[in-house]
């Protein structure tokens, strides 16, 4: 049967592809297989790291189905677990998430690539927000776009909808590294094995850290770092993997992470 997406496992590592022809947007239906995927992901200990991309040469996501809304999709229906595109408002999601941009790439699917940790890019992607020219809002973006660039670059791209290429895009810091199309994936395996390799609760930890701390003073974040107020910190504190992380340096050998 036919599904908008697909998955494949490779040991530690889920790979999550957008399928949707011709431009791999995103409808209500879609939306909550992501969301499913993404929960069963965060929930599963044998997976540590993701990936997602779109299928194609062409589009990543353009974001919302118009053509669904037309048709009856509601913009404020239901998403499912993690809000739009299963990922941007995943509740306690602590594992990481690499984003292989193959094309385009604007709108809520800009959005779905700022929910994830790391972004790579294909020589060829361009990045947009153009809700503007159709008279509505990137809400998400809205709020993470200028946290994560240069405050008038982002507001230039909300208040125009200007496209960006990658190379504008990595000098901005939108992304992480650029590829050539036929190697995107290869560098994104890489760098997802590498991710998977260290210590997963670490991992979770620096996810927690990071959401958490976005609102807070920084004395405040520290003090709740160092009190093990945070579930991630605390089980990292009592874990055995703590104690192999000093076992092994002390023997000078490669540690052993269980993620326990």
């Known amino acids: 049967m036919d599904t908008p997406i697909k998955t494949h496992i490779d040991g530690k590592v889920l790979e999550v592809t957008l399928d949707r022809p011709k431009a791999n947007a995103i409808d209500l239906a879609t939306s909550r297989i992501m969301g499913g995927i993404f929960a069963d992901f965060n929930a599963n200990s044998d997976l540590r790291v993701a990936i997602i991309t779109g299928a194609g040469e062409k589009f990543f996501c353009p974001g919302w189905d118009l053509k669904a809304a037309a048709d009856g999709d509601a913009v404020d229906g239901d998403y499912g677990v993690g809000g739009f595109a299963g990922l941007q408002e995943q509740p306690d999601f602590n594992k990481p998430v690499i984003c292989a941009v193959n094309g385009i790439c604007c709108g809520g699917g800009l959005e779905l690539a700022l929910s994830c940790d790391i972004i790579l890019a294909a020589e060829h992607a361009t990045f947009a927000l153009p809700e503007i020219r159709s008279g509505t809002v990137a809400d ?43 190697v995107l994936m290869d560098k994104a395996r890489e760098m997802a094995q590498l991710i998977a390799s260290g210590p997963p609760l670490v991992n979770a930890a620096i996810k927690e850290i990071v959401r958490e701390a976005e609102g807070m003073k920084f004395q405040d974040a520290l003090n709740k770092i160092t009190g093990s107020a945070f579930e991630t910190v605390k089980r990292l504190y009592r874990s055995e993997d703590q104690l192999e992380g000093a076992k092994a340096f002390a023997q000078k050998r490669d540690p052993v992470w269980k993620g326990r």
């Not at 230039?156 to 200007?162: A, I, K």
């Open 140 to 182: 998400a973006a809205s709020i993470k776009l200028p946290k994560r660039i240069p405050y008038h670059i982002a507001m230039e791209m909300l208040l125009t909808g200007r496209w960006i290429d990658a190379q504008e895009a990595a000098r901005w810091g939108l992304i992480n590294h650029i590829h050539p199309a036929d």
